[in-house]
């Protein structure tokens, strides 16, 4: 029958604490995990994927999704609030662009692999 744990006592301590100082904090674990849940959201990955091309106004976001301005916005508060997107004003319009450079890849690296 399987057992799941070792029979085995021993342990191989220097690994285990070398292993140990390469990894990073928890809390920057859950900074990660927190990430992923961010970007695991459909509508937040199209518009990132849109935003990656060009700057755009909510309303322009909104036409080319085909997502109410509410949506969009919703969407656009919360990534960023995560440092995924940012803002400028121009009159009184407001555009969005990407501020993490480093997520675009990692959409991308999925998309290959789809």
Do not use: T, W
């Amino acid at each position: 029958m399987y057992k799941p744990s070792c029979e085995i006592k021993s342990v191989r301590a220097d690994i285990i604490q070398d292993v140990s100082d390469k990894m990073s904090s928890n809390e920057r674990y859950h900074e990660i995990a927190n990430l992923f849940k961010i970007l695991g959201d459909y509508n937040r990955i199209r518009i990132l994927c849109a935003l990656n091309y060009q700057e755009f106004c909510v309303c322009e976001l909104s036409l080319l999704l085909d997502m109410s301005q509410s949506a969009i916005s919703h969407q656009l508060r919360l990534l960023r609030n995560k440092g995924i997107v940012k803002f400028r004003k121009e009159n009184k319009q407001i555009f969005y662009s990407i501020q993490n450079e480093e997520i675009l890849p990692m959409i991308k690296k999925a998309d290959e692999h789809g």
